[in-house]
Antibody, heavy 123, light 111 residues
Framework: EVRLLESGGGLVQPGGSLRLSCAAS????????MSWVRQAPGKGLEWVSP????????YYADSVKGRFTISRDNSKNTLYLQMNSLRAEDTAVYFC????????????????WGQGTLVTVSS | QSVLTQPPSVSGAPGQRVTISCSGGSSNIGAAYDVNWYQQLPETAPKLLIYGNTNRPSRVPDRFSGSKSGTSASLAITGLQAEDEADYYCQSYDSSLSGYVFGTGTKVTVL
């Protein structure tokens, strides 16, 4: 059974940092690209960043470029999102999502999602 | 501001058929990129409903179907059931943004 479990969310002040983790199980983690998707309270879904199965290829939405860094440790079956210079508009539930492909491409499909972890940026 | 537009809400009585539209443009749906659909039940994570415009994962009932034409896509739910009350999102790729985009989301209410 595929399981994705996010952790690391919490309350942080504007300008602060936070690192999210997503522990994966039930599939060969290194064989699949992963993404972070967020959802602000009462709002829709926003794709944040993908990473290929090997970790060699990453990309970032303009809204987080230069502030967030996605990475993965395939030996630990864990996905990460380092978030720096946090802003109030980064407040959201952050989901990790598994892609059906090894590399991230224009044809990605998110077939499994974690339950999400809430990040609140406020003073 | 999403580049994929969905109606904010649709509703129907149990057993009825409802459709949700996803309107895009020439840099996403109209550029032949696939459309995927996700269902998000209240207070839960999204789940894949339709992929590659028309394909259903094996666990998804055949009451759900997807279609695509031109710069738009649609999700149809036939034989509407109370358990279908949820938010539904389309998703595709946008070449202008060089990334994935989600639709604005549609809340389905079963009357």
């Amino acid at each position: 059974e595929v399981r994705l479990l996010e952790s690391g969310g919490g309350l942080v002040q504007p300008g602060g940092s936070l690192r999210l983790s997503c522990a994966a199980s039930g599939f060969r983690f290194s064989n699949y690209a992963m993404s972070w998707v967020r959802q602000a309270p009462g709002k829709g879904l926003e794709w944040v960043s993908p990473i290929s199965g090997s970790g060699d290829n990453t990309y970032y939405a303009d809204s987080v470029k230069g502030r967030f860094t996605i990475s993965r440790d395939n030996s630990k079956n864990t996905l990460y999102l380092q978030m720096n210079s946090l802003r109030a508009e980064d407040t959201a539930v952050y989901f990790c999502a598994k892609d059906v492909y090894n590399f991230w491409s224009a044809y990605g499909v998110f077939d499994y999602w974690g339950q999400g972890t809430l990040v609140t940026v406020s003073s | 501001q999403s580049v994929l537009t969905q109606p904010p809400s649709v509703s129907g009585a149990p057993g009825q058929r409802v459709t949700i539209s996803c309107s895009g443009g020439s840099s996403n749906i109209g550029a032949a990129y696939d459309v995927n659909w996700y269902q998000q039940l209240p207070e839960t994570a999204p789940k894949l409903l339709i992929y590659g415009n028309t394909n259903r994962p094996s666990r998804v009932p055949d009451r759900f179907s997807g279609s695509k034409s031109g710069t738009s896509a649609s999700l149809a739910i036939t034989g509407l059931q109370a358990e279908d009350e949820a938010d539904y999102y389309c998703q595709s790729y946008d070449s202008s943004l060089s990334g994935y985009v989600f639709g604005t989301g549609t809340k389905v209410t079963v009357l």
